[in-house]
């Protein structure tokens, strides 16, 4: 059985400008074939503001969303994070779904696709690191900045079209994600 990808796209802004930019990553990830790919919209989920009334570390949730968060969460071995910058930090909704649970993000490895200008977004990969690392999550290394995306963005078509350098990083972050999921397989408890 194949390792489990979740993509996390993490803005949800009503127009958000990361949507070629994140159909751009589920199709490579699927087409990769390591994992079965899971999306996680962060704008649909809709988590609310964090609001349990307990420490995630307990995992006693008592809303329904942080329950279904819960079980989403653990089902998973590796992640992308499909996330922009804001003002030069982490979106919101990224910081809040995280903080929603403590162990079902335990030992798992992150790569980032981020997007922005000059940047590329990655301020927001740096802040959303701390977090990673205070979750026990592995941010791998290989990851794929798209800086000036707009530009990458065909004005017909509305999809992305980034350049070799953009997919061979994108492969090469896919890849890595398979190697450090089997590694970190051992320190995660079995699934039920």
Same mark, same amino acid.
């Given at each position: 059985?194949?390792?489990?990808?979740?993509?996390?796209?993490?803005?949800?802004?009503?127009?958000?400008?990361?949507?070629?930019?994140?159909?751009?990553?589920?199709?490579?990830?699927?087409?990769?074939?390591?994992?079965?790919?899971?999306? @996680? =919209?962060?704008?649909?989920?809709?988590? *609310?503001?964090?609001?349990?009334?307990?420490? +995630?570390? &307990?995992? $006693?949730?008592?809303?329904?969303?942080?329950?279904?968060?819960?079980?989403?969460?653990?089902? @998973? =071995?590796?992640?992308?994070?499909?996330? *922009?910058?804001?003002?030069?930090?982490?979106? +919101?909704? &990224?910081? $809040?779904?995280?903080?929603?649970?403590?162990?079902?993000?335990?030992?798992?490895?992150?790569?980032?696709?981020?997007?922005?200008?000059?940047?590329?977004?990655?301020?927001?990969?740096?802040?959303?690191? &701390?977090?990673?690392?205070?979750?026990?999550?592995?941010?791998?290394?290989?990851?794929?900045?798209?800086?000036?995306?707009?530009?990458?963005?065909?004005?017909?078509?509305?999809?992305?079209?980034?350049?070799?350098?953009?997919?061979?990083?994108?492969?090469?972050?896919?890849?890595?994600?398979?190697?450090?999921?089997?590694?970190?397989?051992?320190?995660?408890?079995?699934?039920?």
């Amino acid at each position: 059985m194949k390792p489990r990808l979740g993509i996390v796209i993490a803005s949800t802004r009503v127009n958000r400008a990361g949507e070629p930019v994140a159909a751009w990553v589920i199709e490579k990830a699927r087409a990769h074939g390591g994992f079965e790919v899971e999306v @996680l =919209d962060l704008r649909a989920i809709a988590l *609310p503001m964090l609001d349990e009334p307990n420490h +995630p570390r &307990l995992q $006693n949730y008592t809303r329904e969303e942080t329950k279904a968060w819960s079980a989403t969460i653990a089902a @998973l =071995d590796a992640f992308v994070f499909v996330t *922009p910058e804001y003002n030069h930090s982490s979106p +919101p909704a &990224l910081l $809040n779904a995280l903080d929603h649970l403590f162990f079902e993000w335990h030992y798992k490895p992150v790569g980032m696709v981020s997007y922005g200008g000059v940047s590329g977004g990655l301020r927001s990969v740096q802040m959303t690191k &701390l977090t990673l690392a205070a979750l026990k999550m592995v941010p791998i290394l290989e990851a794929v900045p798209l800086t000036f995306f707009a530009q990458l963005i065909d004005k017909t078509s509305g999809a992305l079209v980034p350049g070799d350098a953009n997919e061979k990083a994108a492969a090469l972050m896919l890849d890595e994600l398979v190697r450090w999921q089997s590694a970190l397989q051992v320190l995660r408890p079995a699934k039920p």
